[in-house]
């Protein structure tokens, strides 16, 4: 089967180039993809309509076990969208030193299979960040972030993005600056009310 690059390398300089390719061949190999769509929608499109024309003419299944194998089809092709999406926002992310060689095939699969029902634009942003970021700097992401961010939505993904902007680091302690006060002078809780940060 011809294998269909999800972004045009005729568009990107070597070495990016090499980079993005080894990227893809990377993951499509950990999950065993045969192709990469370049122009995903209209090819799922054409396999949505074509397939469920099928099995809606199949007189030997009963309504019941049709209605279950189209909603599973389309489930199937929405979390390959959503992980298609990621590998594009990924690629925009890579640096031409990322190492996809020394990124294990366990942590691609469960990155993947974490990530396929991100439907949230927002949520695949971040998504894509993380995977380049394994890439570039291999083992940095462990299996329990993944999890994590997993069961996390937007809204509460954009609260820690605003607790980690009030954050530094002095080695090997990560402090949080942040306190709240009504002194004549600063008056801070209402901006913290604002943005859903509580402090106890």
């Given at each position: 089967m011809e294998k269909i690059s999800i972004v045009d390398?005729?568009?990107?300089g070597e070495p990016a180039a090499g980079v993005v390719n080894h990227f893809i061949d990377k993951i499509s190999g950990a999950l065993e993809w045969m192709v990469s769509p370049k122009n995903m929608k209209p090819a799922i499109l054409?396999?949505?309509?074509?397939?469920?024309?099928?099995?809606a003419n199949r007189q030997d299944i009963n309504p019941i076990e049709r209605a279950a194998i189209v909603s599973n089809y389309r489930k199937i092709v929405k979390e390959y969208k959503n992980q298609v999406d990621i590998m594009r926002l990924a690629v925009e992310h890579l640096t031409p030193n990322a190492e996809p060689e020394k990124v294990s095939d366990d942590w691609v699969t469960f990155f993947f299979e974490k990530s396929k029902n991100v439907n949230d634009e927002y949520m695949k942003m971040i998504w894509g960040k993380i995977l380049a970021g394994e890439f570039n700097e291999p083992n940095t992401y462990t299996k329990q972030l993944l999890h994590t961010m997993s069961i996390m939505d937007s809204n509460i993904a954009k609260r820690f993005q605003k607790i980690r902007s009030s954050c530094?680091?002095?080695p090997p302690i990560l402090l949080a600056f942040m306190y709240r006060t009504n002194s004549e002078d600063i008056k801070n809780i209402k901006r913290y009310d604002k943005m859903k940060i509580f402090i106890q």
């Open positions: 390398l005729g568009q990107i054409e396999a949505n309509k074509s397939i469920i024309e099928e099995i530094f680091y002095n």
